[in-house]
């Protein structure tokens, strides 16, 4: 494992590591991410069945503000969640807020130099305008675009998959403790419906090219990948129309998309990110994994321990990746305080350790953790990446302790170190060469509760 060197490449934004922020617009107090739309759209109605749009209102120019002050390589705004409502002067439907949040979210983002995303709900919208096609109108993934020969598979499919979302999410809540009430299912009727796919892909497309022309993002960010649904024909229309368009889709990260900018997954735990991390770091294709900065998408509190969205930030970005923070908003257009404080105090971190992620790249190497570097305490993952002439060392701390440990350097593996330093203070470490290894104290005070970085240099 002698040290690699990076040869410095021009890249753009989207193909480095990096952070960034998703705003979020359907952390609803009382509604969560499964819903009964039939419940859900009449709550959002007037007495005539129009849109009495109640919030979340938007506070896009705090939003641009904070994301300038915590310094996100670029950001996202959902301009149409799964509810079906849009947040910007659409001339397809009323079912639309009335502020055009896109329009400034655009404008005051380019004003601050920030690349935009427009986050758009692709496979699943329960805007009322689609009732007469909508497969299941009490639960949140009613694939109305699917096509199929039999229509009586549809909603059958629909259910089942929110069982296969279920049982992933019955997993993620016992092991992560998320605090959410025993209510995911509902009593689900069966409606008689038309299959109709063509009517919601052709409002699909036309809003796409609204997107695009009005409001000019970066990029469109499709949720979901699904191949069986409206995925192939959005891949065909951009690279037909808007090939300068940056497109991605969530969920994707597994797939191989004919068309897709990068790749994009999730990711909301350690645990998941330091699989995913070690699964994705020498994939071609660029990539990103998103997760809330909150307990989860629809649990708007804080995470009990503030320094897990570091540890996952970290990990994602140390092996290559950009890791997105889903940051939920009140019904007033703040933002959720306590997850907002969070991410404010990671930028404060990811600020002075910025380069060390964006312009390493991971080191090729097998294994979960890096070869010939053991350590003396076993709550630890490591991670290399090459930066420039020199090597760096992720020293991820799964449970945020703070004690004196010891690395020891196989120097078979790791010949030719001349140096060692803390990163981003620049402090020498001293080291001991013996016996064909070489010994490294990292005291307690020099352990980060998230990702203790040393940089090792070689002898020339």
């Known amino acids: 494992m002698n040290i690699q060197k990076n040869t410095p490449q021009k890249k753009e934004w989207w193909e480095k590591p990096g952070f960034s922020i998703q705003y979020q617009i359907?952390?609803?107090?009382?509604?969560?991410?499964?819903?009964?739309?039939?419940?859900?759209?009449a709550f959002m109605m007037d007495e005539n069945g129009s849109l009495n749009f109640n919030g979340p209102f938007c506070k896009i120019k705090k939003w641009v503000e904070f994301s300038k002050k915590v310094?996100?390589?670029?950001?996202?705004?959902?301009?149409?969640?799964?509810?079906g409502i849009c947040y910007w002067d659409?001339?397809?439907?009323?079912?639309?807020?009335?502020?055009?949040?896109?329009?400034?979210?655009?404008?005051?983002?380019?004003?601050?130099?920030?690349p935009i995303l427009f986050y758009y709900s692709s496979i699943f919208d329960h805007n009322p305008d689609f009732d007469d096609i909508q497969p299941l109108r009490e639960i949140t993934p009613s694939f109305i675009a699917l096509h199929n020969e039999?229509?009586?598979?549809?909603?059958?499919?629909?259910?089942?998959?929110?069982?296969?979302?279920?049982?992933?999410?019955?997993t993620e809540i016992d092991e992560r403790k998320i605090p959410y009430k025993d209510e995911f299912f509902y009593d689900v009727k069966f409606h008689d419906f038309k299959y109709n796919p063509e009517k919601y892909e052709?409002?699909?497309?036309?809003?796409?090219?609204?997107?695009?022309?009005?409001?000019?993002?970066?990029g469109m960010w499709m949720d979901w990948y699904w191949k069986d649904?409206?995925?192939?024909?959005?891949?065909?229309?951009?690279?037909?129309?808007?090939?300068?368009?940056?497109?991605?889709?969530?969920?994707?990260?597994?797939?191989?998309?004919k068309y897709a900018t990068y790749l994009s997954g999730e990711a909301h735990d350690v645990k998941t990110a330091w699989i995913s991390g070690q699964k994705y770091r020498y994939k071609k294709k660029p990539w990103e994994l998103v997760g809330p900065a909150a307990y989860a998408w629809d649990v708007p509190q804080a995470r009990p321990d503030p320094y897990e969205i570091f540890r996952i930030a970290a990990i994602i970005m140390a092996s290559g990746g950009k890791y997105c923070f889903g940051l939920p908003s009140q019904m007033d257009g703040e933002l959720y305080p306590e997850p907002a404080k969070n991410v404010e105090m990671f930028g404060d971190w990811f600020k002075l350790r910025r380069n060390l992620f964006i312009e390493a790249i991971p080191m090729k190497y097998k294994g979960d953790n890096v070869p010939g570097i053991e350590l003396s305490e076993g709550n630890y993952g490591t991670i290399a990446s090459i930066y420039g002439d020199h090597n760096l060392i992720h020293l991820i701390n799964f449970k945020g302790l703070q004690k004196d440990i010891i690395l020891t350097f196989s120097q078979e593996l790791w010949s030719c170190i001349k140096k060692i330093t803390l990163e981003p203070s620049k402090k020498e470490l001293k080291f001991v060469e013996k016996d064909g290894v070489i010994t490294l104290l990292l005291a307690k005070v020099d352990i980060d509760l998230a990702d203790t970085i040393i940089r090792v240099s070689k002898k020339l």
């Open 26 to 41: 359907e952390a609803r107090p009382g509604w969560l991410w499964n819903r009964n739309y039939d419940k859900f759209n």
């Open 71 to 83: 310094g996100v390589d670029y950001h996202m705004f959902e301009t149409k969640w799964h509810d």
């Open 90 to 114: 659409t001339k397809y439907t009323k079912w639309k807020t009335p502020v055009d949040y896109v329009k400034i979210f655009s404008e005051e983002s380019k004003k601050a130099g920030i």
């Open 150 to 170: 039999k229509k009586d598979f549809i909603p059958e499919y629909s259910m089942n998959y929110l069982k296969t979302i279920w049982d992933i999410t019955k």
């Open 202 to 218: 052709d409002y699909l497309l036309k809003q796409i090219k609204e997107l695009i022309e009005k409001y000019e993002p970066d």
């Open 229 to 257: 649904a409206s995925t192939p024909i959005v891949m065909d229309f951009m690279q037909k129309n808007y090939p300068y368009i940056l497109l991605i889709f969530n969920v994707s990260i597994d797939k191989r998309p």
